[in-house]
């Protein structure tokens, strides 16, 4: 036992007894491909075979100040799902198959028990998302994060055929835009969320607690609800309808990130009315009296993903996505312009 490192808070043997009570999560995960166990150094992972031209699609994201509601809860089952969403809806856009993910949990104090729940929840989001969670740090830092406290950041790869990537430049006027609706914020605008309800004060946790009229659940659960995973509907989506471009609405909402999925002569136009806006997206701009515009450069105001396919394909998406047991609206077009994205 190390008991100098010990007495200057790093416990060596706590971080054995993580590793042990996280691997029946982690090998739940693993597919065909995977060599070998964790454990070693480095995550091994063989390419599928079949492909023509194969391109290898990554993204890296974390989970952000959403991390706060999971500290005030008390509960870290979930917060793993987040990290892995957050980082494979992204790769997904390119039409991208998740092959492994990596996640990197920086904490104050191990607790080995702590630390394999939230391993939990990367693993259930691995799961979902039809990755091998082959590997990943925990560090234990005192004195740099509070001892309740950690950080949670992963790294997807992907694989996808050359010739049948999807990009801005497939997009064209006409176009139908289809919205597949979220779960809820997802993860992101947190710091806003936590300003508006007042959770950065004592009685954060109390307030927590609180049942707003305007939501079927405590406003903790609701904060807490994990991000959507779109992988397995969006790939299906792509295999049996074929679809333009498509964009994943995380951080900057429909403002920042439709546009990112059409050329610059391109724009969207979004036709408020045409889905379901949550009801704690409601409740977020009235508290908080936040303009409308703001909500929309800020939330995900109830749709994950924007995909734009031919206008003859547009019902047939909705029926897919639909049969994937998801909710899916025809929320808008793509004409000539260059506003980026307009929304009336």
Known sequence: ???????????????????????????????????????????????????????????????????????????????????????????????????????????GKNYPEKIANIVKGVADGCILAGASLVGGETAEMPGFYPVDEYDLAGFAVGIAEKDEMTDASRAKAGDVLVGIASSGIHSNGYSLVRKVFNLGGENAKELLKERPAELDKTLGEELLTPTKIYVKVLLDLIDKVGINTVSHITGGGFIENIPRMLPDNLQANINKGTWDILPIFNLIQKRGNIAERDMYNTFNMGIGMVVAVDKEKAQKAVECIQANGEKAYIIGTVEKGSEGVAIS
């Open 1 to 107: 036992m190390n008991n100098s490192y010990k007495a200057a808070g790093v416990d060596v043997e706590a971080g054995y007894e993580a590793v042990r009570l996280m691997k029946e999560h982690v090998q739940k995960t693993f597919t065909e491909g995977v060599i070998g166990s964790i454990g070693g150094f480095g995550g091994l992972f063989e390419l599928p075979q079949g492909y023509k031209k194969p391109v290898l699609v990554s993204g890296t994201d974390g989970v952000g100040t959403k991390l706060k509601i999971a500290f005030l809860m008390d509960k870290h089952d979930t917060i793993g799902q987040d990290c892995v969403a957050m980082c494979v809806n992204d790769i997904v856009c390119s039409g991208a198959k998740p092959l492994i993910f990596l996640d990197y949990l920086a904490v």
